[in-house]
């Protein structure tokens, strides 16, 4: 994990240990929010010492930079194999909206963490939305040179499609998560296969 640099821990009960911690701070941060919760309170969910908690990270804000990485690395893995072995480009849209909102629905603090982050790391608040951009412009570029994807401008296009992730996973994965979204889903990715789609291919 970049945020922790050379403290990044080298052995596997190391990396238990981190994960302890990391885990710990997203119940904490995200019940609690930043400035009221505690490395105290972490260390004690996570069953470590706070002398421990130092082994790892300087700091709270350190901490807090570092969680919002890996929920950003943890969800780009879960997409990434969520989408692996579609048939289409739009097969892609659809099943990465599809699982974004599962995730959102398991880690129902994603959005209070991130959200906060732009106040609390500006840097890694960029750095996360910037990295999934990059990667959505990367699937997008491929898909282009396929034929899938009509020729044009990516990068707009990679925000635009991360927003309409960003605010359903908001309503139907925080205010809804009860609410069936495969029709949802299916015209959500109805509409943007009618946007990408080359133009000789459009109804």
């Keep these: 994990m970049s945020a922790l640099g050379e403290k990044t821990p080298k052995t596997a009960r190391g990396r238990r240990t981190l994960r302890k911690i990391l885990d710990a701070a997203e119940l904490e941060f995200g019940a609690r929010g ?8 972490i260390t004690g969910n996570a069953g470590v010492a706070q002398g421990t908690f130092y082994i790892y990270f300087e700091s709270k804000e350190q901490l807090f930079g570092a969680l919002v990485a890996d929920l950003g690395v943890r969800l780009r893995s879960y997409l990434h194999e969520a989408v692996d072995g579609a048939g289409s480009r739009i097969d892609v849209e659809r099943r990465g909206l599809r699982s974004f909102i599962e995730f959102v629905r398991e880690h129902g603090n994603l959005y209070r963490i991130v959200m906060e982050c732009q ?3 500006p840097e890694a608040f960029r750095a996360y939305f ?7 412009q990367e699937g997008l570029d491929r898909a282009v040179a396929d034929g899938e994807v009509r020729a044009g401008e990516t990068e707009g296009r990679s925000w635009a499609l991360m927003g309409i992730s960003l605010f359903a996973g908001l309503r139907y994965g925080i205010w809804e998560p009860g609410r069936d979204v495969d029709p949802l889903v299916d015209s959500i990715t109805d509409m943007i296969e009618r946007g990408l789609c080359p133009q000789e291919s459009r109804p």
């Design 34 to 41: 930043f400035h009221e919760a505690s490395v105290a309170s």
């Design 130 to 136: 910037m990295d999934f951009a990059d990667a959505y």
């Design 119 to 121: 106040f609390v790391d």
